[in-house]
Every structure is written in structure tokens, then in C-alpha cells.
């Protein structure tokens, strides 16, 4: 409470966390003064963070997820129940696979993982409690909808529970509203840390940008397979009605994320953020090969090969070819978001204290 009400009674330390941030224990006090330029020894230290692999597949992979349920659930509203249910056959075991996929990688990052179920204790105050909660939420639906695809006793009483309304559209948009709650709390956790680079809206901005994404190349994807292998639909129907909507979608979220990505290189030019401009730095110098192969991935995959598809639908005979290009359109796409999370990593510049000067 001390410092809340006092805050400009502690010293402000450079390149460190501030006092009502941090709510320090100990109060030092002197008569002297402290000039306004006052930097910290290794101030010019400039080196990339750990990658923390282990959160970057299990970032990439739940937002995944949930973008495919996104995609899913407004894809409901526009397709004939029957084609709907027949589609969730293939979609929902593979959102599933990638959220347990997510779940597993995430363990890796703990230090003792069979103490993992003790992080949803501090749901209260804790950002990353709330994640946890939030994605085991969304896991269970997404395992219930499965489920109830192929266990006709547990579709009969979702039928009875939701007051026979359609069951999985019913699931579709549980999960999507659980969706959106967990990557909020996935963004909050990285923007709670006060580190300039994460502590932005565009965090938030971008993990749901990520969702939708990956989520309409998957969708996109997913359609063309079951149109090539279901007798149920005419391949025509879905590419004429459905393909170009998540082509579209894919190139202009891509290319917004894109430009919100490169917005951080004008902190090059600018006396603003330390922190920002650092960051700047480590982007095109440290791991400047990394974010070239990024932006690369990021055209490539998000926007080049899905004009060329909304081009050439119409144009390319063989359902095949149409195939191999959404998956290589899936797969690099899937790629430079992996990259993006790598990078929003290891460019980060950390609030510290103050460490021992560089030689």
C-alpha cells in the first residue's frame, strides 16, 4: 500500500521494473539526487532471450485450434447442417490432436512438470492460471464435440441438453467463445510482464490474427480433402462458394499482420522507447536471418499462394494440384507463424536490474 500511495518516493532505476510494479519490500534513502539521464551499467548489453521452444509450439498450436473453430463456426452459419456434421470428421480430430499436441509441448517448459495441475491455483490474481483454466476448458469441449461424432448415446443427450437444438452448433459455439477468452488470457499473460515489446495491444492483435489464419488455411485445406474423397459434395460447389472466402481472409489478415510486424522497425529511426529500438536492433542484426525467412513465410505462404489459388480456382482442372497448393499454402504459413513466435521471444528486451558492465 506504501508504495501505491507513495510512488515517487522510490527510486526509478533504469532498465527496471517500476515500484508500483514490482511492490518492493525495502526502502533505501538518501540526500542525494539521481541526474535524469542516469543509465544502467550495461545499458549497451544487447543479446537475444531464450527461445522457450516449448511455449512457441504450444502458443502457435492452440491458437491453431481455436482459429479452426473460428472458421468452423462461420462456416456453420453458411453450409447445410448435413454437409456441416459430415465436414467435423475431418477438422475437429485434427483441432483436438493440435490442442493436446499444445498441451504436451507447454509441460516442457516447467521446470517440475508433475507439479503442472498446482498452476491453476492462483486463477485469482494470476493471468497464467486463468490460460491454463481457459485452454482446459476449450480442450473439454473440443473433446465432447468429438466424442459426440461418433458416440451416438452422448450426441442424443446434447441433443436433450441444448433443448434439441443442433448439438454441434451448439458445441461450435461454446468452443468459440472459450476460444476467444483463452487467447485473451494467453495475451494478458505476456502483456502483464511490462515488458515493452509484449505489453501492447498489438499482442492480442496479433495472437488473434495468428487464429484466423491458421485457421481459414486449415479450413481451406480441410474442405479441399474432403471434397476430393466425399462422394457427399461436388468438388465445383465448395471451391466456387467456400475457397475464395478463405483465400480472401487469408491474404488480408496476413498482409495487416504483416504490416503490424514491420511497424516495430520504425523505432530505428526515433528517439521514443530504448526498449523498442533495442528490439529493433535484435530483429535486423542478431536474428536477422530469422526474421527475413519470417516475412518470406509469412507472403508466401499467407498471401502469394492463396492469390495464386483465388486466381486459379476456376482456372485449374485438377482437384489434385488444387490440393497440393492449399497444403504448401497451410504448411509455410504454419511456418512463419513459428517463426513470428520464435522472434516475439527472442527480440524481447526485459525490464531487469541492472547487471555488470560490458567489456
Not at 107 to 135: D, K
Request: charged share 15%.
Amino acid at each position: 500500500d506504501d508504495v501505491k500511495n507513495h510512488f515517487s518516493e522510490y527510486v526509478n532505476i533504469p532498465d527496471a521494473p517500476a515500484s508500483n510494479y514490482t511492490y518492493p519490500t525495502t526502502k533505501y534513502k538518501t540526500t542525494k539526487t539521481f541526474p535524469l539521464n542516469m543509465e544502467s551499467v550495461d545499458h549497451e548489453s544487447l543479446n537475444p532471450e531464450h527461445s522457450h521452444l516449448p511455449l512457441v509450439f504450444m502458443l502457435v498450436l492452440t491458437q491453431l485450434s481455436v482459429g479452426t473453430f473460428f472458421a468452423a463456426f462461420f462456416f456453420k452459419t453458411l453450409m447445410n447442417p448435413h454437409f456441416s456434421e459430415a465436414l467435423s470428421a475431418f477438422y475437429v480430430p485434427f483441432s483436438l490432436g493440435m490442442s493436446l499436441l499444445a498441451l504436451g509441448a507447454s509441460i516442457f517448459h516447467l521446470g517440475r512438470p508433475w507439479l503442472a495441475f498446482r498452476a491453476i491455483l492462483g486463477f485469482r490474481r494470476s493471468w497464467l492460471s486463468r490460460e491454463i483454466i481457459a485452454f482446459m476448458v476449450f480442450g473439454q469441449l473440443v473433446m465432447i464435440y468429438a466424442l459426440s461424432l461418433w458416440w451416438h448415446p452422448l450426441k442424443e443427450f446434447l441433443v436433450k441438453l441444448f433443448f434439441g437444438n443442433d448439438p454441434f452448433y451448439v458445441l461450435t459455439a461454446m468452443i468459440f467463445l472459450s476460444g476467444i477468452g483463452s487467447l485473451f488470457c494467453s495475451a494478458m499473460v505476456y502483456q502483464d510482464t511490462k515488458r515493452p515489446f509484449w505489453d501492447t495491444p498489438l499482442t492480442p492483435v496479433k495472437f488473434f490474427m495468428t487464429a484466423m489464419i491458421l485457421g481459414s488455411a486449415t479450413m481451406l485445406l480441410t474442405l479441399i480433402v474432403w471434397a476430393i474423397f466425399s462422394p457427399q459434395i461436388s468438388f465445383p460447389y465448395i471451391m466456387d462458394y467456400f475457397g475464395p472466402l478463405f483465400c480472401k481472409v487469408m491474404i488480408v489478415i496476413t498482409t495487416l499482420k504483416l504490416v503490424l510486424e514491420a511497424s516495430i522497425f520504425l523505432h530505428l529511426g526515433k528517439n521514443g522507447s530504448v526498449f523498442l529500438k533495442k528490439t529493433a536492433f535484435l530483429l535486423t542484426r542478431h536474428l536477422k536471418d530469422f526474421t527475413v525467412w519470417r516475412f518470406v513465410c509469412g507472403l508466401s505462404g499467407g498471401v502469394l499462394l492463396p492469390l495464386w489459388l483465388l486466381i486459379g480456382i476456376k482456372n485449374i482442372a485438377e482437384p489434385l494440384w488444387i490440393g497440393f497448393l492449399a497444403l504448401l499454402s497451410f504448411g509455410v504459413s504454419l511456418s512463419g507463424e513459428f517463426l513470428e513466435r520464435y522472434l516475439f521471444f527472442r527480440a524481447v528486451v526485459p525490464l531487469k536490474m541492472p547487471g555488470a558492465q560490458v567489456s
